[in-house]
Each structure stands twice: as structure tokens, then as C-alpha cells.
């Protein structure tokens, strides 16, 4: 487990800053998961591995709702077995969910997805962790043995 100080000192190598740049969220404030913010007001996550599996999984878990329908479909409980016309009526099923109910049908798709493990690693190796953690950039970088995301 990295301390705070670690990941602190990991940023701002990767920035090129002084460490006296980098300034961490107080853990009682609402943003105490990112934790760290620059003199340019940009702000970054710090995480280990087990740390940005963890959070990328928790992010995709989030959004299922927001997938392309042809990646839920492929990951479907019997979807194997259906016919071309029963998977096109589920897609348009599904669109809907996604057009009309947004994160409130996560909890149906999460149900369609025969193994969620599975899912979430496709879906990581699809796309990469940075794309569920990173919502600046999309990008995930490596520091001593850190990864790093600007998030804002």
C-alpha cells in the first residue's frame, strides 16, 4: 500500500513539479478519492494497480446503462442461442433503456450480463483503465510503479 506522501511525490515527478505544488483533498471532503490538486487548479488521482482495477471496475459497474448495445448483447445471458431478428429487437430494446431511462435501467443490464468479471475485463482491455477513471483525457499514466489520471 502506497502512502499519500508516495503518491503525492509520484505526481509531481510525473509534472515535473515541486512537490510543494501538489496539494492533497482532505480526506472529509467530498472529492477525498481524487486526492490531489495543482497550483493550476487540475486534478488528479493517484492509485495503485489493485487500486485502479478496483476503481475502473466500480465506474463500469456505474454505467452499464451507457454501453454500446452490440457489447452488452455479446456479453448477454443466451444471446447465443437467439436468431438475428430476436437480437436486433433486443438491441432496439435496449436503446431504449439507454435513450429513456439512462442509469436507472444499470440495474437490468447488469442482469442481461451473463459474467460480470468477464464484462468488466473486456470492456478494460477494450478501452483501457483510464477511459473509466480519467474523465479529462481518458489517459492512464504510470509513475513509480503509480498510476495517474487527471480527472478535471
Avoid at 38 to 59: C, I, P, R, S
Avoid at 94 to 121: H, P, T
Avoid at 123 to 129: E, L, T
Amino acid at each position: 500500500m502506497k502512502t499519500s506522501e508516495e503518491k503525492a511525490q509520484a505526481l509531481a515527478k510525473f509534472l515535473e513539479v515541486e512537490l510543494s505544488e501538489i496539494t492533497e483533498v482532505p480526506e472529509d471532503e467530498d472529492n477525498a478519492e481524487l486526492p490531489f490538486v495543482t497550483e493550476q487548479g487540475h486534478e488528479y488521482t493517484v492509485l495503485t494497480d489493485e487500486e485502479a482495477d478496483e476503481k475502473a471496475k466500480e465506474n463500469i459497474l456505474n454505467s452499464l446503462w451507457a454501453f454500446n448495445t452490440d457489447f452488452i448483447i455479446s456479453h448477454c445471458r443466451g444471446c447465443d442461442d437467439m436468431t438475428d431478428w430476436e437480437i436486433e429487437e433486443v438491441e432496439k430494446g435496449l436503446r431504449q433503456i439507454q435513450e429513456n431511462i439512462c442509469e436507472g435501467g444499470n440495474g437490468l443490464v447488469k442482469a442481461l450480463i451473463s459474467d460480470i468479471d468477464e464484462f468488466v475485463d473486456d470492456a478494460i482491455n477494450a478501452d483501457g483503465r483510464g477511459h473509466f477513471i480519467n474523465s479529462y483525457d481518458g489517459e492512464e499514466h504510470e509513475q513509480d510503479d503509480l498510476f495517474i489520471y487527471r480527472v478535471s
